[in-house]
C-alpha cells in the first residue's frame, strides 16, 4: 500500500497568514493526489485533485502543487473559515489512502 | 446529495447493511466510495466500486466481511457488514468520485453527512 505522510501535523497560524503543508508519497504516484478540508462535524470537502487542479467554487488563495512523491498545500491570506484539518489523499493505485491530517489552528 | 442510513448500535459478530440515495446528479455515471472515520480521528477509504459494478475493491481491514454494491436504477449504494468488530466502530460516509473508475483517480468530489456505526 502507499503510505502519506503530511507534515506538520499541527500547524498554529493567524488570519492574513501564508502556511504550507507538505505530503508525502511512500512510491511515486505522479499527479494522483487530492487534498481536503475537514470542519469540525462536516463531512471533508475537496479542495485540489489532480495535484494542482482547483475545486470548483474553492477559493483562489488555495494553491496545490508537485508531482511524484512530494506535495504542498498552500494558503495564503489565512481566512478565520481556514481553520480546520486538511487531508492528503492518494489515487494512483488501490487500496486509496489518506495522509494522517494536518490541524491548523488559530494562534 | 447523498444521504445515508442503516448505522446504529450493535454487537461484536453481527451485521449492519448500510444504504445511500443519491439526487442531484447521475449516479450511474460515476464510481462511488464509502470512507470512515473513527471520531477525532483521520479518514480510512473502505471500499470502492466502479460505475458499472464491474470493478470492487476493499481496505485489507475489512476484505472478506464487507461487500459494495449499487444498483443504479435506484440511485443507492449499499455497504453490506458481518461479522463487525467493535473496531469497525465509525461515522461511515458514502461519497462520489470525480471519475467512473476506481485506479488512477481524480478525488471525491461529493460527501454524505454520515451514519454512525457503533459495535459494541
Known amino acids: 500500500d502507499i503510505q502519506l505522510t503530511q507534515s506538520p501535523s499541527f500547524l498554529s497560524a493567524s488570519v492574513g497568514d501564508r502556511v504550507t503543508i507538505t505530503c508525502r508519497a511512500s512510491?511515486?504516484?505522479?499527479?494522483?493526489l487530492a487534498w481536503y478540508q475537514q470542519r469540525p462535524g462536516k463531512a471533508p470537502k475537496v479542495l485540489i485533485y489532480?495535484?494542482?487542479t482547483l475545486q470548483s467554487e474553492v477559493p483562489s488563495r488555495f494553491r496545490g502543487s508537485g508531482a511524484a512523491t512530494e506535495f504542498t498545500l498552500t494558503i495564503s491570506g489565512l481566512q478565520p473559515e481556514d481553520f480546520a484539518v486538511y487531508y492528503c489523499?492518494?489515487?494512483?493505485?488501490?487500496?486509496?489512502?489518506f495522509g494522517q491530517g494536518t490541524r491548523l489552528e488559530m494562534k | 446529495q447523498l444521504v445515508e442510513s442503516g448505522g446504529g448500535l450493535t454487537q461484536p459478530g453481527r451485521s449492519l447493511r448500510l444504504s445511500c440515495v443519491a439526487s442531484g446528479f447521475t449516479f450511474g455515471n460515476y464510481a462511488m466510495h464509502w470512507v470512515r472515520q473513527v471520531p477525532g480521528q483521520g479518514l480510512e477509504w473502505v471500499t470502492g466500486?466502479?460505475?458499472?459494478?464491474?470493478?470492487?475493491d476493499y481496505a485489507a481491514s475489512v476484505k472478506g466481511r464487507f461487500t459494495i454494491a449499487r444498483d443504479n436504477a435506484q440511485n443507492s449504494l449499499y455497504l453490506q457488514m458481518n461479522s463487525l468488530r467493535s473496531e469497525d466502530t465509525a461515522v461511515y460516509f458514502c461519497?462520489?468520485?470525480?471519475?467512473?473508475?476506481?485506479?488512477?483517480?481524480?478525488?471525491?468530489?461529493?460527501w454524505g453527512r454520515g451514519t454512525l456505526v457503533t459495535v459494541s
Open positions: 466500486i466502479t460505475w458499472n459494478s464491474g470493478l470492487t
Open positions: 461519497v462520489k468520485d470525480i471519475l467512473a473508475s476506481l485506479r488512477q483517480g481524480w478525488g471525491f468530489d461529493l
Open positions: 489523499q492518494q489515487l494512483k493505485s488501490l487500496p486509496i489512502t
Open positions: 489532480v495535484a494542482s
Open positions: 512510491q511515486d504516484i505522479n499527479n494522483y
